[in-house]
């Protein structure tokens, strides 16, 4: 392995220049900046789109959980519901 192989697999050497240790942090940041870029002013930008502000007023109307939509046409689906309601509403008991 040569002197400059070494010095660059190296972060504690002298020799390496700033920007080589700072280059992590700055990809961390940027990565950062991103996410925040998309959660506060992409996606909110999603609101605008006709078709969403609809769904997402029905949604809001008839009290439906989002996230369970996609679900619906699935047969396990609905027999996994009608086994969580089951249970809540009658819980086993000690005889």
Known sequence: ???DAANLS????SS???LQKLAPWVKLAVGFALVLLFMF?????AEHI???KTLGERIDERHLRS???FYTDLEESGEGSSYIHDSLT???RRP
Request: proline share 21%.
């Open 1 to 3: 392995m040569t002197d």
């Open 90 to 92: 009658y819980p086993p």
């Open 16 to 18: 390496c220049s700033i």
């Open 41 to 45: 002013v992409i996606a909110p930008l």
């Open 10 to 13: 190296d972060p504690s050497c």
């Open 50 to 52: 006709p078709g969403v």
């Open 67 to 69: 996230t369970a939509i």
